[in-house]
């Protein structure tokens, strides 16, 4: 393939301005990324398994060896040494096989966004570098908080993911908890005063963000109280009540109670609307994690398993999880929109307050980011082109997946499964059989999710409850069959069972001896 980008034949020099994407190099631009997609294209239609199996000690010298100081130039050179260091060892999460964690196939009008949003490369901080871009994210953020129920003063702003959405919405939860405190003190407070005594109390089966966010908040890790799970893995609303009370006894602040609308693990959700009756009587911050759940916003089946939604103060929401959005596509979403002040900092050069005074919006008022990528055209873009529905179909075509792995596991004695999930994962784990065997089940199960990833064959997770190593499905591919899950599960026990043998293998030959 000929590229006016080439290097000079006699000089060697490469015409840098010729790699510059404007209405001079549109057709470079046209044949670059048609070869692009076409690689990308060929791969996903001949990829026979989810992985490869390489391993960092095998790939690592190939790229280490690469000289980023000579550059190739030819696109079609590039792309054929992407192939040997990218696209033939990606994990394809298309690939029904692959079950692990929670990373959906994409959908082709979010792809077609990916596209268009790169290419213009607009920024959402402000509306002189983004203009439609920012009134579409708006949209999008109104549309969502309509579907949550947040009410008319709801608002929000796209986020890379759900760990920052989180931070987030601590952070409002937090600011709002320092000027209460404040406020109710008979002695002068400073936030040095408060920050030692404030408290977030999440179920002990939440995310780690939400550790994570108290430690970048300057509250210390220490400072989540975890709340006890029913056998469900539901937060106990009994539990939480003491919790509340024991701060108050304490004299700690609870900034904020996070329930979660399915959890990483065990895809279970938690009692939203008793949550938020307890949140409503102490009068506390409640926040949402429907990082995973939120699928149902769009589910014609099952959205009623988000009831109390409505009630919370802040949300966070993850398209890139169950919306089949492609990384990054986040959102964190409040009931009151006066408290993302908390997250506005004017700078003259960018949002001077005159722009907030003549009602010029400017998202990086709202946002803990400056420069942002124009993610929201990738769900735009499916809505426009699928709609909501078909959203909603694929979400509870996953669901109704994962119900029927856990029928099989159940009826398999080769293993044993953990609660049924609300939503689309499925934690169990191999079980030797009874006698010396039972004590090899951890080192089994880990040694079968080793295994089976090195074979390439599929890909599962792995985690551990009440202290013992379990495997874990996490399904987001319609694709996905019970035939795809049944085939896996015998990949597993071969792998285990193998295991086992091999360890027993010695003790019995001295007893027969």
């Known amino acids: ?53 390489i391993t960092p000690a095998r790939l690592a010298p190939e790229i280490s ?41 994409v959908v082709i009008p979010a ?26 994210e708006r949209r999008l953020i109104d ?10 003063d709801a608002d929000g702003v796209f986020t890379s993911g759900g760990s920052q959405s989180n931070l987030h919405a601590l952070l409002l939860a937090r600011e709002e908890a320092c000027a209460l405190a404040a406020k109710n003190s008979a002695v002068p407070l400073t936030k040095h005063d408060i920050l030692p005594r404030l408290r977030i109390l999440a179920s002990e089966a939440g995310h780690f963000s939400v550790q994570k966010s108290a430690k970048l908040l300057g509250l210390g890790m220490d400072a989540v109280i975890t709340v006890e799970t ?57 926040h949402v994690d429907a990082a995973y759940g939120c699928g149902l916003l769009v589910s014609r089946t099952r959205r009623e398993l988000l009831h109390g939604i409505e ?21 964190v979403l409040v009931r009151d929109r006066a408290v993302l002040r908390h997250a506005t900092y004017h700078a003259d050069y960018l949002n001077p307050a005159r722009m907030a005074e003549q009602r010029i919006p400017n998202q990086v008022d709202k946002s803990l980011q400056t420069t942002r990528r ?91 409850v009440d202290g013992a190593q379990h495997l874990k499905f996490t399904l987001l591919n319609p694709e996905t069959s019970l035939d795809d899950i049944a085939h896996v599960l015998d990949l597993l026990a071969e792998h285990a069972g193998q295991y086992v043998n091999e360890r027993l293998a010695p003790e019995l030959r001295h007893l027969a001896g």
């Open 143 to 152: 549309w969502t908080a309509e579907r949550i129920g947040l009410g008319p």
């Open 1 to 53: 393939m000929s590229f006016q980008g080439q290097p000079d034949a006699a000089t060697g020099a490469v015409d840098a301005r010729a790699h510059l994407f404007n209405d001079r190099t549109v057709d470079g631009y046209r044949r670059s990324l048609t070869d692009g997609v076409e690689r990308v294209a060929a791969r996903v239609a001949h990829t026979e398994r989810p992985f490869t199996g």
């Open 111 to 136: 792809l077609l966004g990916e596209a268009v949003l790169t290419a213009v490369n607009s920024s959402l901080d402000t509306w002189d570098q983004s203009a439609g871009g920012t009134l579409i």
């Open 311 to 331: 009630r919370a103060d802040s949300v966070t929401v993850d398209y890139h999880k169950s919306f089949f959005q492609p990384v990054s596509s986040s959102a």
């Open 230 to 286: 029913d056998r469900d893995r539901r937060m106990r609303p009994a539990a939480l009540a003491r919790e509340i009370e024991r701060c108050n006894r304490e004299g700690l602040t609870v900034m904020a109670v996070v329930a979660t609308a399915g959890t990483t693990d065990f895809g279970t959700i938690d009692p939203l609307e008793r949550i938020a009756d307890l949140c409503q009587w102490a009068g506390l911050w409640l």
């Open 65 to 105: 060896a690469i000289d980023l100081e000579q550059p190739l130039a030819d696109p079609a050179a590039a792309l054929d040494e992407l192939e040997n260091v990218y696209l033939r060892d990606a994990v394809y999460f298309h690939h029904p096989r692959y079950l692990a964690h929670l990373n959906c196939p």
């Open 374 to 464: 124009f993610d929201a055209l990738k769900l735009w873009l499916t809505l426009r082109i699928m709609g909501p529905d078909a959203v909603g179909e694929l979400f509870d075509e996953v669901v109704d997946r994962a119900a029927g792995a856990w029928d099989l596991l159940d009826d398999d004695p080769r293993f044993e499964v953990v609660t049924k999930s609300q939503l689309s994962t499925v934690v169990f784990r191999y079980l030797p059989p009874a006698g010396p065997a039972r004590e090899l089940a951890d080192a089994a199960n880990l040694y079968a999710r080793e295994a089976l990833a090195a074979s390439g064959e599929a890909v599962v997770a792995g985690t551990r």
